[in-house]
């Protein structure tokens, strides 16, 4: 199983999300959830189509972290 780092962003009206080490995969949903697993599908359908074309997989190499301000 492979794992890749997501970034989701709170749209102000639903969720976006979008996976840095995959270009062009995006998804949107009403809840964290909703475009986690809908991002999810995105990327699994994306990785089916690149293997039929016999095109380069993509590879994660991106992580994430946080960090805090003082305000």
């Known amino acids: 199983m ?3 780092t ?3 962003e709170d749209a102000g009206t639903n ?3 979008y996976a840095p080490d995959v270009p ?3 998804a949107t949903g009403a809840t964290v959830e909703e475009v986690t697993d ?3 599908e995105a990327i ?3 990785i089916d189509i690149l293997r039929e074309m016999g095109e380069p997989l993509p590879f ?3 992580t ?3 960090v805090k301000i003082a305000s």
């Open 15 to 17: 969720f976006a999300a």
């Open 44 to 46: 699994s359908q994306h």
């Open 38 to 40: 809908t991002l999810r």
């Open 24 to 26: 062009g995969c995006i």
């Open 2 to 4: 492979t794992e890749f």
């Open 64 to 66: 994430s972290s946080t």
């Open 6 to 8: 997501i970034v989701i």
């Open 60 to 62: 994660p190499h991106s």
